[in-house]
């Protein structure tokens, strides 16, 4: 289905194909430079850790919707055996696990998403294939990340309370985007790591799993004004805490994706621990 000719005008002006040359496979990772890192480095004030990484588990974040994507299997092929060809008494235990890519918290690559054919810079859908995978745009492309990390907290920012979500469905706004960063005291720069909450994660951390069922209308994520600021076209990643990026087919007709269209960087997925 072609996209509307308003849509698709969002597209083309927001997009960052051949921005840096036809050949060009990293979209927003060309911003991933020595300053971006610095700046990354001059924002740390206390230097604790934080993991925003959600566990691999069995009974994980895939719910059945897109189809064929699976949560971890662990199976373990060795429990206290001994190798008869090793010298010695030791005994090890060894395992494996069978997941899907989007099992937990992760980044789409730039060739995660095709639309008409084509994925970013116009590279064909066809370069993915089951024998080579991605042979264009893969993640093995992208550089070491080292950069500022920028926290946008809409939920808070709208004066809802605690960890509460926003309202099921609501669908972020450009402003909203802009709300977040002022109440933060932050300006966007190229090559930030920006991170959107909604606070749909407490469901999956109270292991209450009905707001993951496979219906998209009901949780929240950003509208297509989201893309059309400056600095959202320069981010460098946008993970935000609930599994949609972007609230599609959405409530109103002025909800749907543009990124399929023109994607640009990549998409932190599958939601990252917000707690």
């Keep these: ?18 921005r840096w040359g036809d050949d060009d496979e990293l979209g927003c990772g060309n911003l991933l430079d020595s300053g971006s890192a610095l700046r990354g480095q001059d924002s740390i004030t206390s230097g604790q850790r934080v993991s925003l990484a959600l566990d691999l588990r069995a009974d994980g ?5 897109p189809a064929r994507r699976f949560n971890p ?10 190798d008869p060809f090793a010298p010695g008494i030791w005994e090890g235990s060894d395992d494996l696990v069978t997941m899907s890519t989007c ?15 084509s994925l970013y810079n116009g590279f064909p859908a066809d370069s993915i294939s089951a024998l080579a995978g991605a042979t264009r745009l893969g993640a093995e492309k992208l550089p070491a990340i080292a950069t ?18 926003i309202d099921q469905g ?14 933060a005291k932050v300006t966007i720069e190229p ?28 949780r929240g994520g950003a509208t297509r004004s989201a893309p059309v600021r400056p600095s959202c076209r320069d981010c460098r990643c946008c993970p935000s805490t609930g599994w949609p990026a972007t609230r599609w ?7 749907t994706r543009t990124r399929c269209s023109r994607p640009r960087c990549p998409i932190g997925r599958t939601a990252w621990r917000s707690t």
């Design 73 to 82: 299997i662990l199976t373990h092929t060795s429990i206290n055996d001994r």
């Design 61 to 65: 974040v895939q719910v059945g919707q």
């Design 170 to 183: 609501y669908a972020i706004t450009a402003d909203d985007l802009d709300a977040a960063a002022e109440l």
């Design 148 to 165: 500022r990390g920028v926290l946008l907290d809409v939920p808070r920012s709208k004066s809802v309370t605690g960890l509460d979500e």
């Design 191 to 218: 090559g930030d790591f920006v991170l959107v909450r909604t606070g749909e994660m407490r469901h999956y951390l109270a292991d209450e799993r009905e707001p993951f069922v496979p219906i998209q209308d009901t």
């Design 103 to 117: 099992a937990a918290t992760h980044l789409d690559a730039l060739s995660h998403i095709s639309y008409d054919g």
């Design 249 to 255: 087919p959405g409530r109103s007709p002025t909800t």
């Design 1 to 18: 289905m072609p996209l509307p000719g308003d849509l698709a005008e969002l597209a083309e002006r927001v997009s960052n194909w051949g």
